[in-house]
């Protein structure tokens, strides 16, 4: 979808990958408070917008998506006593729009079966190890923990697991956001509604994309919106939607969309990719494809490709 084949969604993927086991084996600290929407506590109006629901993918997926590359994400457990990226249960991944030549801030959202003091133990530990210095803050419900020497991001959680990583005025955003104390503007909020659109095209899904066009992100000419959906059950649901601002933009999309098709059928385990469907309906480009099961780790490996 991006020249960065979705980097920040494979990250995203590779952590839900390492999350399943734990939240069945009861290693983590736990909390039993009703989990708040994740959206809630995503600002009004992202560029990007990643979810992943960790708990529906299943035992079976996880574990493919671990051995893609998520296993690279562990190794704390000597460090703070336990894993604290198995302890998630919901994911977002936010990115804001940016101004013109800025590269934008980032959140990373998670509803955790993690209690408040342990994360934050953690978190002064591996910034001790790393030579920091900790400085832990209050911030309305979260408690947060930041290198006072290298004071660029930060990371905070609450009574009932809700975690957030994330640096700058975003990170502000996403605490006010959570906390209920942000009020959009118009601009936001008509962004907000446009994700959900597309969101509702796209779902039931474990994993949602959505993508609208700003400064920074490399939406095709002529396109005004992305999103894509893998659903994963006894087979692969994969689901795509194109908004375009014209119909002749929707056309150069397809030829684009076509010539990467044909690219990823080459390579080995992906061939039935050929399946992949598109219909063009006027300003609106869908894609879909129903993809064997056994193709969850040649798709996500070859997405973790350089």
Not at 9 to 34: C, D, E, N, Y
Not at 154 to 169: N, P, T, Y
Not at 206 to 222: A, E, I, R, S
């Amino acid at each position: 979808m991006t020249p960065s084949r979705l980097t920040w969604l494979l990250l995203v993927l590779s952590i839900a990958a390492s999350t399943w086991v734990v939240l069945h084996s009861g290693r983590a600290p736990r909390v039993s408070k009703p989990a708040p929407s994740l959206l809630s506590a995503v600002p009004a109006g992202p560029a990007l917008l990643v979810t992943v629901d960790v708990e529906a993918l299943g035992e079976a997926a996880a574990l493919e998506l671990l051995r893609a590359g998520g296993g690279a994400l562990l190794g704390l457990r000597e460090t703070c006593g336990f894993e604290p990226v198995l302890g998630l249960r919901q994911l977002a991944f936010a990115l804001p729009l940016a101004e013109p030549g800025q590269a934008p801030d980032f959140a990373l959202i998670a509803q955790t079966a993690l209690d408040v003091e342990p994360v934050l133990r953690c978190a002064e530990a591996v910034i001790r190890k790393r030579g920091g210095t900790p400085v832990r803050s209050a911030l309305g419900e979260f408690r947060s923990v930041r290198d006072q020497k290298k004071p660029l991001g930060e990371i905070a959680i609450r009574e009932g697991g809700l975690f957030v990583l994330s640096g700058g005025q975003y990170f502000r955003d996403v605490v006010d956001a959570a906390s209920g104390r942000i009020a959009p503007d118009p601009a936001a909020r008509a962004r907000d509604q446009k994700h959900a659109e597309i969101r509702r095209k796209l779902t039931p899904a474990q994993l949602v994309v959505t993508m609208l066009d700003g400064p920074g992100l490399p939406v095709p000419p002529g396109v005004h919106s992305l999103g894509v959906s893998l659903r994963v059950g006894t087979e692969l649901d994969l689901r795509g939607v194109v908004g375009c601002h014209s119909a002749a933009g929707c056309g150069e999309a397809q030829f684009v969309v076509e010539k990467m098709k044909a690219e990823l059928i080459k390579e080995p385990g992906l061939a039935s990719l050929r399946e992949l469907t598109l219909e063009l309906r006027d300003t609106e480009l869908q894609l879909s494809a129903r993809l064997p099961r056994e193709q969850l780790a040649p798709l996500m490996a070859e997405l973790l490709s350089p």
